[in-house]
Nanobody
Framework: QVQLVESGGGLVEPGGSLSLSCAASGRTGSIYAMGWFRQAPGKEREFVAAISWSSKTTSYADSVKGRFTISRDNAKNTVYLQMISLKPEDTAVYYC????????????????WGQGTQVTVSS
């Protein structure tokens, strides 16, 4: 199995920045891609960004393009989400997920999920 632990969430003012990290352990050799999803109160969980573990190919939701950057450090088995120019609508619980087969926005393709970390954007 793969275990994922997110960290780095917190409270930030609009226009500010935060950086999230997700540390993977267990059978990490089975991971093809890792992604970030988020869920705000009363809303469905939505795709944010994903990265291929080997090629570093990335994919982003339109709502975060130009503001969020996903990256990974294979040696540390860690994926990051750098967030700048944060908006109140970015407020959500952010989840890290691991996918064994493809780079996709489909949540059902991600077999492993972290516990989530809260990001709150408010003045």
């Amino acid at each position: 199995q793969v275990q994922l632990v997110e960290s780095g969430g917190g409270l930030v003012e609009p226009g500010g920045s935060l950086s999230l990290s997700c540390a993977a352990s267990g059978r990490t050799g089975s991971i093809y891609a890792m992604g970030w999803f988020r869920q705000a109160p009363g809303k469905e969980r939505e795709f944010v960004a994903a990265i291929s573990w080997s090629s570093k190919t990335t994919s982003y939701a339109d709502s975060v393009k130009g503001r969020f950057t996903i990256s990974r450090d294979n040696a540390k088995n860690t994926v990051y989400l750098q967030m700048i120019s944060l908006k109140p609508e970015d407020t959500a619980v952010y989840y890290c997920a691991a996918n064994p087969s493809s780079l996709t926005l489909r949540s059902e393709a991600y077999n492993y999920w972290g516990q989530g970390t809260q990001v709150t954007v408010s003045s």
